[in-house]
């Protein structure tokens, strides 16, 4: 199979050549046709001529009227001879077919009648040859009184055909080389124009996922393969913050399990060797297993969904009132909240809109107050929903000691806790806030974390609003 760089060429090169010999297909046949109209031009002026002198010699003059006068003109070989030139023969016949007079440089040579021509058909062109050479002849009958003669105009056009010849023989060789020049030069050009992209094929193919770090670099290319190469160049740049997001995830998801895993193998081990005989160690070492295994399970569970909000075009959505899931989420979570005596205070405006999934847009509220309770050791959690210009706003405000602001850029990272010791003694399993992060992102929307105006932290989802109007009155 051919490149597309050879078939591109081949059919750029075939329709130029199509287009050329149409274009000297044209060019020729008009010439010939433009040679040809200045042959019959000149007879037909030459026959006027002598049909004007021959109305001059007999006033009023008409055919089916004539006399001597006009007779003696026209058979008058001396006549002839004036009308005539180097190119231009005249003969002038009786109307039975017999020559009654010719120009002289005729010599020897007689043009043969008309067939058919008389008054009711006076006039007639055709194309003879004579040991002369090819002649374009016009003939006419006159009635001249008692006399009717023929008259014959012919002009030689051998020339005029040598040169339409020598016209169609310098096309054709004109044609042959441009011919040759355009495939050569459809190849050149096709060579110009797919090599870069043959060189990029090379490139992209040499560039493996170990590879990522690879750029082409055709910043001083100002076309569109420059722009291709810069667009591939910002697909490697992604594809390569995408692995290390991917190698990071997986090394912190095996760091974060194996420490759940490692617990449950120890506590199995220990019931192996003495469940059976010490009750305790029994009741402890099931207590753990049934610990680490939930932790487990809640993170295998923030995994699922972040992968499932990670997949945003697989989401149904729907117009929601972020004010009723805001309500759902706080009620939730008050049974935890007075377990740990923290006041759980909702502020929800009405008729704030979004489009978005029921549950998941749940799941983020409630993992911003999970989140807020965990590092709130006494005081208030507070959650406000509110409009600002065309964004629907979730603030979750805890009175805890908040969040450094070096770390800020970070909270939102999955499995990240932080620096502190009261970080990394909070139980959970690091994909809370993660989870939170990619839930905004597929309804289009972002989530801060900022210091709250009286201390602690406050964590904001900002939404794209919708108007009520174009919610379900339903």
């Not at 002598?50 to 055919?63: D, G, K, R, T, Y």
């Not at 009717?148 to 010849?165: K, N, P, W």
């Not at 697909?235 to 997986?250: H, N, T």
């Not at 059976?276 to 029994?282: A, C, E, F, N, T």
Request: charged share 25%; net charge negative; aromatic share 6%.
């Amino acid at each position: 199979m051919h490149s597309l760089k050879w078939r591109v060429a081949a059919w750029y090169a075939a329709l130029l050549v199509v287009v050329l010999l149409l274009v000297s297909t044209v060019v020729g046949m008009r010439l010939q046709s433009i040679l040809y109209a200045q042959a019959r031009s000149r007879v037909s002026a030459t026959m006027a001529e002598i049909a004007s002198s021959v109305q001059a010699s007999e006033e009023p003059f008409s055919l089916g009227f004539g006399g001597s006068d006009a007779y003696a003109l026209l058979t008058d070989g001396n006549n002839l001879t004036s009308w005539s030139s180097p190119t231009t023969f005249i003969q002038i016949d009786s109307d039975k077919g017999y020559p009654l007079a010719k120009s002289g440089n005729l010599g020897g040579t007689t043009i043969p009648k008309a067939v058919g021509l008389d008054a009711r058909a006076p006039v007639a062109r055709r194309q003879i040859t004579l040991p002369i050479g090819t002649l374009l002849v016009e003939d006419r009958y006159f009635s001249l009184g008692s006399h009717h003669v023929v008259v014959h105009v012919a002009e030689r056009i051998d020339a005029l055909e040598r040169s339409i010849a020598q016209t169609r023989e310098s096309i054709a060789f004109a044609v042959l080389a441009a011919m040759l020049a355009i495939v050569a030069l459809s190849w050149w050009l096709a060579g110009r124009a797919f090599d870069p992209l043959e060189k990029l094929a090379q490139a992209m193919r040499e560039i493996g996922s170990e590879r990522l770090d690879r750029r082409l670099h055709w910043e001083k290319r100002d076309d569109e393969i420059g722009r291709l190469a810069e667009s591939f160049d910002d697909l490697l740049a992604r594809l390569q913050e995408a692995f290390a997001r991917e190698r990071q995830f997986i090394s912190d998801a095996s760091h974060e399990l194996r420490t759940p895993l490692t617990s449950i193998n120890a506590n199995a081990q220990m019931l192996l060797r003495w469940g059976d005989r010490d009750p305790k160690v029994l009741r402890e070492s099931l207590e753990t297993i049934v610990a680490e295994s939930a932790q487990l399970s809640q993170m295998v569970g923030g995994m699922l969904l972040l992968a499932k909000a990670d997949r945003g075009d697989e989401i149904p959505m729907e117009p929601i009132a972020l004010g009723t899931l805001a309500a759902e989420a706080v009620q939730a979570e008050r049974g935890e909240a007075a377990e740990k005596q923290l006041d759980l205070r909702l502020e929800a405006e009405s008729g704030v809109f979004v489009m978005g999934e029921a549950h998941l847009l749940r799941q983020a509220i409630a993992n911003l107050i999970e989140n807020a309770m965990k590092f709130t050791p006494q005081g208030s959690v507070e959650v406000r929903v509110r409009a600002l210009g065309e964004r629907a706003l979730v603030e979750v405000i805890d009175s805890g000691p908040g969040i450094p602001e070096p770390q800020r850029a970070y909270v939102f990272e999955r499995f990240y806790r932080g620096d502190s010791a009261h970080a990394r003694s909070v139980p959970g399993t690091g994909l809370g806030l993660a989870i939170v992060r990619s839930i905004a992102r597929v309804h289009g929307g972002e989530v801060r974390a900022e210091g709250a105006p009286g201390g602690g932290a406050l964590l904001r989802i900002s939404l794209p609003r919708i108007s009520e109007e174009f919610t379900d009155p339903s």
